[in-house]
């Protein structure tokens, strides 16, 4: 089979990364990329020579060797951009989230089933092998029972011209739970607050509630003193720490809470406590295995692990998290 050709509009924060993978792909060829500040890139004429290099979308749609188009644009141009590269018969990668909206993002996966093309939501982190591991930790049973997550983003910046907090940053913390729980949550509560910008909320908190009794709470932030990737999940017999800026990213605690009978009407606790263990985990970057992920899909014909049903799940959420704010922080049920 002849090589994938892929186009990729948007180099900003993300495009870099995203046409040093597709240029190395074995299996794809870059063909365009696309900017409406042409100015940006000069860095990519001069890396890759052969690659068009171009200020206008249309042009790029244009091109019959663009099989495929990955937009790595603002997220309020997402449905836009997606909607016109599926119209015009390409295959999509988005990055995080699918739309702003789960009309648009519903849209998109309906577009892309009638065009009969592959559409990725670009949660990169669901490709993670750290969080795979975790997943195959709490699929084995090795936690126990779940009792609850504990999410920690937070940095100084990248503050977003387009979009809060909770849809900038939320997206990573709510697809990786979708993802490690294999379903959606019943309730969603949420609040934010600006501080250097008005309108656009630059801290939040998304509690979700899951069937099982699981409980997921997530801290968002772009202003914060350090940056901190930290995933706590509590279980009845084990509980684990990820942490995506250590060295070792996982660690897996042997302690545990023991309930001993009660005495003349005292409740009594004793605590377990055992060893520590960091498993071996893989060093590939998630990137490179979403858009492995990406090209495999349309050569083959199957769906990627980050689809679009699952993207339109983590927008459905994030839309759930902008009701509740606006209503005060109160539960918003989802169906």
């Known amino acids: 089979m002849k090589k994938t050709g892929v186009g990729i509009v948007g180099y900003g924060y993300w495009g870099p990364n995203l046409v040093r993978n597709f240029a190395e792909h074995p299996r794809c060829e870059l063909v365009a990329v696309c900017d409406k500040l042409g100015s940006r890139l000069s860095g990519v004429r001069a890396r890759y020579p052969k690659v068009r290099c171009l200020s206008s979308f249309d042009e790029l749609l244009k091109d019959p060797n663009v099989d495929a188009v990955v937009i790595a644009t603002p997220v309020s141009t997402h449905f836009a951009l997606a909607k016109r590269a ?19 993002a519903q849209a998109l996966v309906d577009l892309a089933r009638k065009k009969r093309r592959i559409i990725l939501a670009g949660h990169t982190f669901i490709y993670s092998p750290p969080v795979r591991k975790v997943k195959q930790s709490i699929d084995a049973g090795e936690l126990g029972r779940l009792y ?46 600006s501080f250097v910008r008005r309108r656009i909320e630059e801290i939040g908190y998304i509690s979700m509630e899951f069937s099982g009794g699981v409980f997921v709470h997530a801290h968002v932030s772009w202003l914060a003193p350090v940056k901190l990737r930290r995933i706590a999940v509590v279980g009845s017999r084990r509980m684990l720490v990820y942490d995506d800026t250590e060295k070792e990213k996982v660690k897996i605690y042997n302690q545990g809470v023991l309930k001993n ?55 459905r959420v994030l839309e759930a998290a902008q009701r509740s704010l606006k209503k005060g922080g109160a539960a918003i049920r989802l169906r």
């Not at 599926?86 to 648009?104: C, D, I, N, Q, R």
């Not at 940095?155 to 990573?172: M, T």
């Not at 605590?271 to 960091?278: A, F």
């Not at 090209?295 to 339109?312: A, E, L, M, T, Y």
Request: charged share 25%; with cysteine; aromatic share 10%.
């Open 86 to 104: 599926l119209t015009a018969g390409k295959h999509v990668l988005v990055e995080k989230p699918l739309a702003t909206s789960v009309k648009e």
């Open 148 to 193: 609850y997550m504990d999410f920690s983003r937070v940095n100084l910046g990248l503050f977003q011209p387009d979009v809060n907090v909770l849809w900038d940053l939320g997206p990573h913390d709510v697809s990786i739970a979708l993802y490690w729980l294999g379903r959606s949550p019943l309730t969603v509560r949420a609040q934010a607050t």
């Open 261 to 315: 009978p009660e005495t003349f009407g005292e409740f009594q606790l004793s605590y377990r406590s055992g060893d520590i263990h960091s498993p071996k985990i893989d060093s590939t970057e998630p990137l490179s295995l979403e858009c492995e992920d990406f090209i495999d899909s349309i050569r083959k014909g199957r769906q990627p692990v980050s689809n679009g049903k699952f993207g339109v799940e983590v927008v």
